[in-house]
């Protein structure tokens, strides 16, 4: 089955760090673009961070500079390495694979987790 | 950056045809895609590249784009249709994924 399992979310406090990891199964990560979308609390989506299959990475401007994406091709596995958090990156921190047999919409969705930056 | 606008909320009765329209800057040029987002879920692709439709998602959804505007209709609208819908563009010129800002549906 393909699918997208999300963890690592939690409570932190303001400028403290964080590392979400997103497990992929039934597909390869290092062969696809794979990304990072959040969704604040009663707010619409906001697209995060891609990491191409190439390695190629890039960020949104809220971001950058202090989010980084990367993956494990062993383990099958996407990241996102979080520092310098703010009470406005709390989210649902959702990955995604964008297909590119579909134009690289993102086809594939895991389930979300939940990052709280809150003293 | 490159900006997509939605209506906040669409209303419909059963039975009747949705409108959701995202308008961006010479869309027509780009490949859009709409998301479905029922509470506490995540983001269901239903429409992608302007028109196409994944398997399994209904004939009932299809898309369209041109010009300024891309619109994501839905035919006889069921109240299992009720959700929140975004837009999103891939801006290949920068690398950068840009999502609508989402449209309540509800369904009456």
């Known amino acids: 089955e393909v699918q997208l399992v999300e963890s690592g979310g939690g409570l932190v406090q303001p400028g403290g760090s964080l590392r979400l990891s997103c497990a992929a199964s039934?597909?390869?990560?290092?062969?696809?673009?794979m990304s990072w979308v959040r969704q604040a609390p009663g707010k619409g989506l906001e697209w995060v961070s891609v990491?191409?299959?190439?390695?190629?990475?890039y960020y949104a401007d809220s971001v950058k500079g202090r989010f980084t994406i990367s993956r494990h091709n062993s383990k099958n596995t996407l990241y996102l390495q979080m520092n310098s958090l703010r009470a406005e990156d709390t989210a649902v921190y959702y990955c995604?694979?964008?297909?590119?047999?579909?134009?690289?919409?993102?086809?594939?969705w895991g389930q979300g987790t939940m990052v709280t930056v809150s003293s | 950056s490159y900006v997509l606008t939605q209506p906040p909320s669409v209303s419909v009765a059963p039975g009747q045809t949705a409108r959701i329209t995202c308008g961006g800057n010479?869309?027509?040029?780009?490949?859009v895609h709409w998301y479905q987002q029922k509470p506490g879920q995540a983001p269901v692709l239903v429409v992608y590249?302007?028109?196409d439709r994944p398997s399994g998602i209904p004939e009932r959804f299809s898309g369209s784009n041109s010009g300024n505007t891309a619109t994501l209709t839905i035919s006889r609208v069921e109240a299992g249709d009720e959700a929140d819908y975004y837009c999103?563009?891939?801006?290949?010129?920068?690398?950068?994924?840009?999502f609508g800002g989402g449209t309540k549906l509800t369904v009456l």
């Open positions: 995604a694979r964008a297909s590119s047999l579909e134009r690289f919409a993102f086809d594939i």
């Open positions: 039934g597909f390869t990560v290092s062969s696809n673009y």
């Open positions: 990491i191409y299959s190439g390695g190629s990475t």
């Open positions: 010479n869309i027509g040029s780009k490949s």
């Open positions: 590249d302007d028109s």
């Open positions: 999103q563009v891939w801006d290949s010129s920068s690398d950068l994924w840009v």
